[in-house]
T-cell receptor, first 112, second 112 residues
Framework: ETGVTQTPRHLVMGMTNKKSLKCEQH?????MYWYKQSAKKPLELMFV???????ENNSVPSRFSPECPNSSHLFLHLHTLQPEDSALYLC???????????FGSGTRLTVV | KQEVTQIPAALSVPEGENLVLNCSFT??????LQWFRQDPGKGLTSLLL?????REQTSGRLNASLDKSSGRSTLYIAASQPGDSATYLC???????????FGKGTHLIIQP
């Protein structure tokens, strides 16, 4: 257990489904992140929340919707996904933007 | 746009060898550089963090160097062991609203 907990570990969903990924940290960190890891591509930063405020990332499709209700929890709401969205979704937290990153174990998402 | 390249993409060596993993980045205006380890199906574990003002960091059998002006970092692993088998990821942080920018990683196999 790394201190950042992600659920579920695995998720299979149809293209018309709506699901949510959950991330939780009790490390007292101020920033939380969603990253996407696809085969043969670098980890891609999707969203950053710093002190519960979202930093916009205009390159992420609107079918991905983040939510940060408090400093310990982060969600990624998914709807009408495409097969190419299948990937490992990693949540991370850090004390500040550049230091002390802790990653969760990820959610392996398969879109069918 | 910052790009991070890791060479080699994969490496297989016998146990006991010393080895070097390479990382290069296109924009030298970084705040810090980090090396992570990722085991199959798992999240990332932070290994070493080098601030932009530092030249190297050491932790046990690992030594990471940074040449910021040339946009290069190396991770040196001494006396490699089968337990070192994993994917090693290099990431840079530019500061501000950015998260980390990652390379694709080096997949390392240490043969017993």
């Amino acid at each position: 257990e790394t201190g950042v907990t992600q659920t579920p570990r695995h998720l299979v969903m149809g293209m018309t489904n709506k699901k949510s990924l959950k991330c939780e940290q009790h490390l007292g960190h101020n920033a939380m992140y969603w990253y996407k890891q696809s085969a043969k591509k670098p980890l891609e930063l999707m969203f950053v929340y710093s002190l519960e405020e979202r930093v916009e990332n205009n390159s992420v499709p609107s079918r991905f919707s983040p939510e940060c209700p408090n400093s310990s929890h982060l969600f990624l709401h998914l709807h009408t996904l495409q097969p190419e969205d299948s990937a490992l979704y990693l949540c991370a937290s850090s004390q500040d933007r550049g230091h002390g990153y802790t990653f969760g174990s990820g959610t392996r998402l398969t879109v069918v | 746009k910052q790009e991070v390249t890791q060479i080699p993409a994969a490496l297989s060596v016998p146990e006991g060898e010393n080895l070097v993993l390479n990382c290069s980045f296109t924009d030298s205006a970084i705040y810090n550089l980090q090396w992570f380890r990722q085991d199959p199906g798992k999240g990332l574990t932070s290994l070493l963090l080098i601030q932009s003002s530092q030249r190297e960091q050491t932790s046990g059998r690992l030594n990471a160097s940074l040449d910021k002006s040339s946009g290069r970092s190396t991770l040196y692993i001494a006396a490699s062991q089968p337990g070192d088998s994993a994917t090693y990821l290099c990431a840079v942080f530019r500061g501000g609203a950015d998260g980390l920018t990652f390379g694709k990683g080096t997949h390392l196999i240490i043969q017993p």
